[in-house]
């Protein structure tokens, strides 16, 4: 599971200076040249690589944090001290630490994948080259770029799956790691991830219609809209009950309840309803990419062969209330404009044999301090399987809460990482 010893790399593009162009803040770029395949000497194909250094004025000498983003497919948040702040742990981590914000391959500033290049197969081909793994290995290149032996990492949902690859394989470089809602299954088959997600899924759409009671007959009517062709978005995209159901994805983040229910008061065929429904709908064509690798992330040694589609129960079939969360349906390619141009490809990438990503056995051996937010109601990453792994790793100090949802790390203002450095340290009690 390692990459070469003997590296084609690394062309490094300059950092440039401190730059002062965020109030409160000091930042500046890194860019690399890496091998598109750290694992191929052969292929001479390489994508650049973007991070962005944030610290605040009295903190460039404190140690590195790279933060891992969630997704995957979406880039480094894009940093602010103006109030409340953005992200919403900034400021908390900026107390310990000098930010890098890596736009992961293919994403952001990082050699982005907009629109398909090519035919579908050499797409998919390409695609196949933007997982955990290589990930990870653009992290080492960066790293021995600003000259430092050891960082500590925060990984965000997949971030947190990229930070299990991490540590499956050069945990000797981490000097702490920090998980939220980011604890993914190790050595299990996508199937069981998505069996457990729809179980949450109808739980936390029972709970939702208990706390709204009319939203149920609203969905229900609005479901049937759909099926008859009546709701579509502001381009003219028709969107079928299948997309509708997936608005439960709101129902895994705090406030999420709220928008659904706001979304719901409004009438099908007004122009507010319409804008407000292409905002809220997963998986669009701004990350196009989010779609087309999503269930590769949960892809430890497998073929997922749109394993969602697959594994939707008959409890779903058989009421169409139950709403699916991240729950990624074939057909979307063709009903969705904006995706539809992937749509050969992503028939690819579903039946791709992936490779696995975690190794069990080095896992164990882990002294890395870590410590993990495991959200009790996670709709995206099962608690079942986030402790099986939290167990597998002797430094690792879960703390499950259901104060917060998936997105507790920013909802939470920097109370979450601040629980996580200190269960870390050994400054708190588990």
């Known amino acids: 599971m390692t990459s070469r010893s003997t590296?084609?790399?690394?062309?490094?593009?300059?950092?440039?200076?401190?730059?002062?162009?965020?109030p409160g803040l000091l930042t500046r770029d890194i860019r690399i040249i890496a091998p598109l395949d750290h694992f191929n000497d052969a292929d001479p194909r390489t994508i650049e690589v973007y991070a962005r250094v944030v610290a605040t004025p009295d903190g460039t000498r404190r140690p590195y944090l790279l933060f891992l983003q969630g997704g995957p497919g979406c880039e480094s948040p894009r940093p602010?001290?103006?109030?409340?702040?953005?992200?919403?742990?900034?400021?908390?981590?900026?107390k310990d630490y000098q930010l890098v914000l890596l736009d992961q391959r293919g994403t952001g500033?990082?050699?982005?994948?907009?629109?398909?290049?090519?035919?579908?197969?050499?797409?998919?081909?390409?695609?196949?080259?933007?997982?955990?793994?290589?990930?990870?290995?653009d992290c080492e290149d960066i790293r021995r770029l600003l000259g430092v032996d050891q960082w500590a990492a925060l990984g965000q949902s997949f971030g947190g799956f990229t930070m299990l690859r991490y540590l499956s394989v050069h945990a000797e470089s981490l000097s702490a790691g920090y998980f939220t809602g980011?604890?993914?299954?190790?050595g299990r088959h996508a199937d069981e991830v998505y069996a457990a997600t729809y179980a949450t899924m109808a739980a936390k759409s029972e709970q939702y219609y208990r706390r709204f009671p009319g939203d149920r007959e609203a969905m229900s009517e609005l479901l049937e809209l759909a099926q008859a062709g009546g709701v579509h978005t502001p381009n003219g995209d028709l969107v079928s009950a299948g997309r509708v159901r997936s608005l439960g994805h709101l129902l895994g983040a705090s406030g999420g309840a709220e928008k659904?229910?706001?979304?719901?008061?409004?009438?099908?065929?007004?122009?507010?309803?319409?804008?407000?429904?292409?905002?809220?709908?997963?998986?669009g064509g701004r990350n196009a990419l989010y779609a087309v690798v999503h269930e590769s992330?949960?892809?430890?040694?497998?073929?997922?062969?749109?394993?969602?589609?697959?594994?939707?129960?008959?409890?779903?079939?058989?009421?169409?209330?139950?709403?699916?969360?991240e729950h990624l349906m074939p057909e979307w390619f063709e009903e969705d404009s904006s995706l539809r141009a992937w749509k050969d490809t992503a028939e690819i990438v579903a039946n791709h044999p992936w490779p696995t990503l975690y190794d069990a056995d080095a896992l164990r051996t882990v002294q890395v301090p870590c410590a993990a937010a495991v959200y009790f109601n996670d709709a995206y990453v099962p608690l079942?399987?986030?402790?099986?792994?939290?167990?597998?790793?002797?430094?690792?100090?879960?703390?499950?809460?259901?104060?917060?949802?998936?997105?507790?790390?920013?909802?939470?203002?920097?109370g979450v990482l601040d629980r996580l450095i200190g269960l870390a340290r050994g400054e708190l009690a588990r």
Do not use: K
């Open 182 to 186: 980011g604890l993914s299954a190790v």
């Open 260 to 283: 659904l229910h706001y979304l719901l008061e409004r009438e099908p065929t007004s122009r507010g309803f319409r804008y407000d429904l292409a905002e809220m709908l997963p998986f």
């Open 7 to 22: 590296r084609r790399l690394t062309s490094p593009i300059p950092a440039r200076d401190w730059q002062h162009h965020i």
């Open 297 to 325: 992330s949960y892809a430890d040694g497998c073929t997922t062969a749109w394993s969602a589609s697959r594994m939707l129960p008959e409890s779903f079939r058989a009421d169409p209330t139950l709403l699916t969360g």
């Open 80 to 94: 602010t001290l103006s109030d409340p702040g953005f992200p919403g742990w900034l400021s908390r981590a900026l």
């Open 384 to 414: 079942q399987f986030s402790m099986e792994t939290a167990a597998l790793i002797p430094g690792m100090h879960p703390w499950v809460t259901s104060q917060y949802e998936h997105n507790g790390s920013n909802a939470s203002g920097g």
């Open 109 to 137: 500033l990082s050699s982005p994948v907009s629109e398909p290049v090519g035919s579908a197969a050499d797409q998919a081909e390409y695609l196949t080259h933007l997982r955990a793994d290589e990930i990870v290995e």
